[in-house]
């Protein structure tokens, strides 16, 4: 198996008088061929008749012999050809006007460069068309490439399958069980908050001291004479005198 390597490349290009940065994974080495599903889906020969309908000036370019019978290879356009190229050598969606941009950047040579050995055609013609498809879409003005652009994306887009929007059908059999209605669910009670205990302000250290001992009332000096002092007994009887 060969080795293939991804480079990111972006570029500044110029299409349809535009300037567009392009960022793209391009391959390094080999040829790979990019088979997207809705690209198989669409026949780019069938795309390429409606594009010339709205284009009836482009050139058909469909005047090339085949190999194995040396027939005109009607079917093979320069339309259905840059279709081949887009899709299936390129691997871009063919519903964005801006990847066929990229496309028509190509055969002008300012972006990737077309090799000659898969270029659609190459294989069952008897000469490769991709000079001369290359200098038809060089030839093309600005406004000529625009309207190319925009017919090939609005064609793919008409070919878009739709989605159908189903609706679900609600069963009326009698053994189908009614639907309840939903019953209410109580409310969940939330847990209680924690009492937060507030911080200490500024000077709080103070008031773990002990506090001073109440001061004792003082009882008021009594306005009565003090009673004498009783005499203390010695040993000796006191002399009493008159």
């Given amino acids: 198996m060969r080795d293939l390597r991804f480079r990111f490349k972006a570029s500044s290009l110029l299409v349809g008088g535009t300037l567009v940065l392009v960022s793209s994974l391009s391959w390094l080495s080999g040829a790979v061929l990019i088979e ?49 190229y887009h899709i299936l050598v390129k691997g ?22 077309i090799r000659t050995e ?15 498809d290359r200098n038809i879409i060089q030839q093309l003005n600005r406004q000529q490439r625009l309207a190319l652009t925009q017919a090939l994306s609005d064609v793919y887009i008409s070919q878009t399958p739709q989605q159908e929007m189903t609706t679900p059908q609600q069963d009326t059999s009698p053994s189908a069980t009614p639907a309840q209605p939903p019953v209410a669910q109580p409310k969940p009670v939330p847990p209680p908050q924690p009492k937060l205990i507030p ?37 000796a009887p006191e002399k009493l005198s008159f």
């Fill in 36 to 84: 997207p599903v809705f690209g198989q889906s669409v026949d780019p020969q069938l795309v390429a008749d409606a594009v010339y309908q709205q284009l009836p000036g482009l050139p058909q370019e469909n005047q090339y012999l085949r190999k194995n019978n040396n027939k005109p290879a009607t079917n093979s356009t320069l339309v259905s050809r840059l279709i081949q």
């Fill in 92 to 113: 871009r969606s063919p519903l964005y006007r801006f990847d066929w941009k990229i496309t028509l950047a190509d055969y002008l040579g300012i972006y990737e460069n």
């Fill in 118 to 132: 898969t270029y659609p055609g190459h294989a069952y013609l008897k000469s490769n068309p991709l000079e001369s």
């Fill in 199 to 235: 911080l200490p302000g500024s000077g709080s250290a103070d008031l773990l001291k002990t506090p001073p001992a109440p001061a004792q009332p003082t009882s008021p000096q009594s306005t009565d004479p003090a009673p004498a002092s009783e005499p203390q007994p010695t040993g």
